[in-house]
């Protein structure tokens, strides 16, 4: 399993990230505020072993400057990394 850190950070819009599954399992990205609460999921569905890429547009989904958790859980692994948002 692995999560790698959001490129680029800080943003103004879109960042990037990749995660690392090593067998075909249901996969959940979310992503929270600074309070804890989720703003949107980013992936909800049954994922391919190997590594995959995921984006947050902060644009789209209407983000305010702050700071920023995406959370991958999978089979009982979860991993977390944060990212900030600039205007």
Same mark, same amino acid.
């Given at each position: 399993?692995?999560?790698?850190?959001?490129? +680029?950070? +800080?943003?103004?819009? #879109? #960042?990037? @990230? =990749?995660?690392?599954? +090593?067998?075909? %399992?249901?996969?959940?990205?979310?992503? =929270?505020?600074?309070?804890?609460? &989720?703003?949107?999921? $980013?992936?909800? &569905?049954? #994922?391919? /072993?190997?590594?995959?890429? /995921? &984006?947050?547009?902060? =644009?789209?989904?209407?983000? /305010? +400057?702050?700071?920023?958790?995406?959370?991958?859980?999978?089979?009982? @692994?979860?991993? /977390?990394? %944060? @990212? $900030?948002? #600039?205007?």
């Amino acid at each position: 399993y692995g999560l790698s850190i959001a490129m +680029p950070n +800080p943003t103004s819009d #879109v #960042v990037n @990230f =990749t995660y690392t599954l +090593p067998a075909t %399992q249901n996969v959940r990205i979310s992503l =929270t505020n600074v309070l804890g609460n &989720e703003i949107a999921t $980013i992936v909800n &569905e049954r #994922v391919d /072993a190997g590594m995959h890429r /995921a &984006e947050i547009s902060a =644009t789209a989904l209407n983000l /305010a +400057p702050g700071l920023y958790t995406y959370t991958i859980t999978s089979n009982g @692994f979860m991993a /977390a990394k %944060q @990212f $900030i948002v #600039v205007k």
